[in-house]
């Protein structure tokens, strides 16, 4: 224990580095916390105190982290950077941080993409910030060259080369090998030497014309970087919890999309209703032509003669029989021919143009 706190003295407080190690431990801390809470909630654990939701409105952390970077940020401007102040607005700068990147994802879409595959670029932007911070907190003085002392040019040499094979490595889409060689030399030239990975932009600048490079990078891809993507996905899901299968809330994007789906279906399902109604129309219309032309032509009442059955008259069998082949023929319409030879039509529709043909006689 001694042993650590002399360390920490020596590397941390006589460096002048607390500040930023204290916005590290409070980074680290309130994602870690979070994300502990975060998962409770998701599990619906009754000794876990739920959503912030007053007036039923849900207030996200990010609105708390934003909260704890403006008091840390003006605080050290309004303390003149002067000790302990430093140190403890950096501590709520830190906290800031770490609430403020787990919800980078939900800042990017603009939508609640927390537990989807969306939200994981959170858990990407949370690392790489702590990367980064330990990077400033370690290598505040690069591989122990301490300012004032004699040019090291085969130390500017080897910073120079490490700083070009990581910007290298992340042109070929290998983001962690990158940052990871950032801080550990050697790391970054393994990644700038091996193939690119097919999607990123070096394969696209370099392998369009070299078709064997992309096979194998294609066939590299298949077997081994699948396999580090699952271990990697294993690694976030231990971390931050597994995404939902089926998100919840879809992306600003996918809404759109659906609302333009609906509007689809919609106009299609109104084309369709309005064909229903016209072909209703148009049935009801036959229907009431088929009843006007009966009536017309139907014989003035006159006394049965004696010794004839009801409905035996030959008069209305002979237009029965011709109604019945003219709905066998499959016209539209029946038109009765009165005693003067004047072809008589039917009242139409106001709002429906038929399409019938005359029956000349």
Wanted: glycine share 10%.
């Amino acid at each position: 224990m001694s042993t650590l706190l002399d360390g920490y003295r020596e590397h941390i407080v006589n460096a002048q580095k607390q500040p930023l190690f204290l916005l590290l431990v409070g980074f680290i801390t309130s994602f870690v916390f979070i994300r502990f809470s975060v998962r409770m909630i998701r599990a619906q654990v009754r000794w876990w105190p739920g959503n912030i939701t007053p007036g039923g409105l849900h207030i996200h952390h990010m609105v708390f982290g934003l909260g704890f970077l403006l008091i840390g940020g003006i605080g050290v401007f309004a303390a003149y950077g002067t000790p302990p102040w430093i140190d403890w607005f950096g501590l709520l700068f830190g906290i800031g941080c770490g609430l403020v990147l787990d919800e980078f994802a939900l800042i990017l879409h603009l939508d609640d993409v927390y537990w989807s595959e969306q939200g994981r670029k959170s858990v990407d932007a949370v690392i790489f910030g702590i990367l980064f911070t330990a990077l400033l907190l370690i290598g505040y003085v690069p591989f122990g060259a301490l300012p004032g002392e004699d040019t090291r040019w085969g130390l500017i040499t080897v910073i120079s080369v490490n700083a070009l094979a990581s910007v290298i490595t992340l042109l070929k889409g290998k983001v962690w090998t990158g940052l990871l060689g950032i801080m550990i030399p050697g790391l970054s030239w393994i990644g700038a030497i091996r193939l690119a990975r097919p999607s990123s932009p070096w394969a696209r600048w370099r392998y369009t014309a070299r078709s064997r490079r992309r096979a194998r990078a294609l066939r590299r891809e298949r077997l081994l970087h699948r396999r580090a993507d699952r271990a990697r996905t294993w690694l976030f899901d231990l971390i931050a919890g597994a995404p939902d299968k089926v998100p919840a809330n879809h992306p600003a994007a996918h809404r759109v999309a659906e609302r333009m789906a609906a509007r689809a279906s919609a106009h299609l399902d109104a084309h369709a209703a309005r064909a229903l109604a016209r072909r209703q129309a148009r049935l009801a219309d036959r229907r009431s032509a088929a009843v006007v032309g009966a009536a017309v032509h139907l014989p003035a009442p006159h006394p049965q003669p004696v010794g004839r059955a009801p409905g035996s008259d030959p008069d209305r069998s002979a237009g029965a029989r011709q109604r019945r082949r003219t709905v066998r023929a499959g016209r539209n319409r029946t038109y009765g021919v009165g005693s003067s030879g004047a072809e008589r039509r039917p009242e139409r529709h106001p709002h429906l143009r038929t399409r019938t043909r005359r029956i000349h006689r």
